[in-house]
């Protein structure tokens, strides 16, 4: 189904009203129950390692480490938490690093592994795949996938290394000369990338904690060989790269365990989040760019917290001494789904809330 950009949203929320709203938000879960419960109280189903909602928020799809040798993308209907009413893609011979869908039609996705080489574009409604790219032609192991905001390209990072794979997001054609390589060994290995909303610039962080910005031609998919800027932005690698919905700020997550809001516009570093011991593990945008959560790799809680003024809002509670490897806000509205503790995924906020 095609996606049209004037999908309505819900009203923003005003920050002095956040964490009444949080705080009353239920969490539910969706649980695959594979096995008997184990003694902390959760099935012995794997646990989740990357999700990411579609483009109206009517699915969600969530991938978890391999269930009985078998790698699974497991695609959610969030009104329904029993899985009898989720469906599953199957394809992939190793473990699945990453999953991303398009933002111009709600039933396309894609995935990547680093394990298989591959890069699979799917159809979430038909449950079948539409096109594979096998990556180890241009020497690339994928772990990251995201497609550009006009759903026309898709932006692949590999393992390690400097280089970067951009393809078409229907034939998965390698665009232009072929793949992107940073000439400055110096600036350390190609951790995260996004396009901007604008869709003219492409940011890359690095291992170094540096982030460069290239220009980047929509038309063709090409990369600026220089780039235009090169922002020391933090002191160890670039876990995390997010552009808000609004286009005004550049959110990075380091493993200096600092989170920066950057201004778009000036390139300039506006705010910090410096409260937490432990690596940034994932950094979310609200649909109104005015909140963002944040996980770290340790067992601390996730924050939400409202990003022009810099105050945490909310933590949302958790009953177990996991990490959190993966969160995203619903596009549209203030759900947040997370992964990380046993038993399967959680959204904060339900199909019964306003909001």
């Given at each position: 189904m095609q996606y049209q950009s004037t999908i309505l949203t819900h009203p923003s929320l005003?920050?002095?009203?956040?964490?009444?709203?949080?705080?009353?938000?239920?969490?539910?879960?969706?649980?695959?129950?594979?096995?008997?419960?184990?003694?902390?109280?959760?099935?012995?189903?794997?646990?989740?390692?990357?999700?990411?909602?579609?483009?109206?928020?009517?699915?969600?799809a969530a991938v978890s480490s391999p269930i009985h040798g078998t790698h699974i993308i497991r695609i959610w209907n969030p009104e329904r938490a029993d899985?009898?009413?989720?469906?599953?893609?199957?394809?992939h011979t190793g473990m699945i690093d990453c999953v991303a869908w398009d933002p111009t039609f709600s039933d396309r996705l894609v995935s990547c592994s680093a394990a298989d080489g591959m890069v699979r574009l799917w159809d979430a409604r038909l449950n079948r795949t539409l096109q594979i790219f096998r990556s180890g032609t241009v020497g690339i192991e994928p772990v990251f996938?995201?497609?550009?905001?006009?759903?026309?390209?898709?932006?692949v990072s590999g393992q390690r290394g400097r280089k970067l794979l951009v393809l078409d997001a229907v034939t998965l054609q390698v665009a232009g000369a072929g793949a992107f390589a940073d000439s400055r060994p110096q600036d350390g290995d190609i951790t995260r990338a996004a396009v901007t909303f604008s869709g003219d610039v492409l940011a890359i962080g690095y291992s170094t904690g540096v982030v460069k910005l290239h220009s980047f031609d929509p038309s063709?998919?090409?990369?600026?060989?220089?780039?235009?800027?090169s922002l020391n932005a933090h002191r160890t690698s670039i876990?995390?790269?997010?552009f808000d919905p609004c286009g005004r700020y550049m959110a990075l997550g380091s493993n200096d365990s600092l989170v920066s809001?950057?201004?778009?516009?000036?390139?300039?570093?506006?705010r910090t989040f410096a409260k937490y011991s432990q690596a940034i593990k994932c950094i979310s945008m609200?649909?109104?760019g005015a909140y963002m959560a944040i996980s770290v790799e340790g067992v601390e809680p996730i924050e939400i917290v409202h990003v022009e003024s810099g105050e945490y809002v909310y933590s949302v509670p958790r009953s177990t001494a996991f990490h959190v490897p993966a969160l995203e806000w619903?596009?549209?509205?203030?759900?947040?789904?997370?992964?990380?503790?046993?038993?399967?995924?959680?959204?904060v906020g339900t199909p019964d809330d306003r909001r």
């Open positions: 005003a920050r002095d009203q956040a964490s009444t709203f949080f705080r009353t938000q239920r969490t539910r879960e969706y649980r695959e129950q594979l096995g008997p419960v184990t003694p902390r109280g959760a099935s012995s189903s794997s646990t989740l390692r990357t999700i990411a909602w579609n483009a109206l928020g009517n699915r969600i899985s009898r009413y989720s469906t599953e893609l199957k394809g996938v995201r497609f550009t905001p006009d759903g026309r390209w898709l932006v063709t998919g090409e990369i600026g060989k220089d780039p235009l800027v876990t995390c790269l997010e809001i950057w201004d778009v516009q000036e390139l300039v570093c506006v609200s649909f109104d619903h596009p549209t509205k203030y759900w947040l789904a997370y992964a990380g503790d046993p038993g399967g995924l959680k959204i």
